[in-house]
C-alpha cells in the first residue's frame, strides 16, 4: 500500500509470492531517490489500504496469508516511528481503497468473503471509526482511488469475476 506526504510517496508492506513483508521505503521526488524507513509494526501483510492525515501515514486492513485483518497503525514521517490506533469498525477485508479528503479520511470497499461497497471515515482526534454512506456502485475489492481538489475519484475493480469499468466522485 502507499500514501502520501509532501514531496515523500510511502510504499509499505506486501507479498513477494514466498514471504509477506512490512517494510517501508520512501521516495524523494526533489532528490529522486529512495530510502527504508522503520519497518511497519502492524503483522506482515498483502493488500492492505493506506492513506494521509495530517502530515502522517495510516495504514490498516490486509491479508497475511491466513486471516483477513481490521488492525490500523499511524506512520509519524517526523520521529520515524508506528503507533497502533483505534481496530477499524468494519468487518477484517483485503483490497479495500483508503483516501483523504476535505480534511477526513475513509476506507472503503474490499472483500472479506464477499465484495463489498460500504465506507467508513477515521477521525484521528478521537481515534475512533463512523460508518458513513458507501456509494451507488457495485461492490468490488481492488478498485483504484485517486482525489483532485478535495474530490475523490473510485474507479474499476473486481466484482465476483466481473471486471468493474464505473467512474465515481465523492
Known sequence: TS??????????TGYTGDEYLKDLWAYNSDGDYWEQKADFT???????????LDGKGYIGLGYDGTNKLKDFHQYNPSTNTWSQKADFIGTARYSAVGFQVGGKAYFGTGYDGNYLKDFYQYDANSNSWSQVNGFSGNKRRNASVFTIDDKAY??????NGSYQVDFWMF
Open 3 to 12: 500514501f502520501v506526504i509532501g514531496s515523500y510517496a510511502y510504499v509499505a
Open 154 to 159: 473510485l474507479v474499476a475493480g473486481i466484482n
Open 42 to 52: 502492524g503483522v506482515a501483510r498483502s493488500a492492505a489500504s493506506g492513506f494521509e
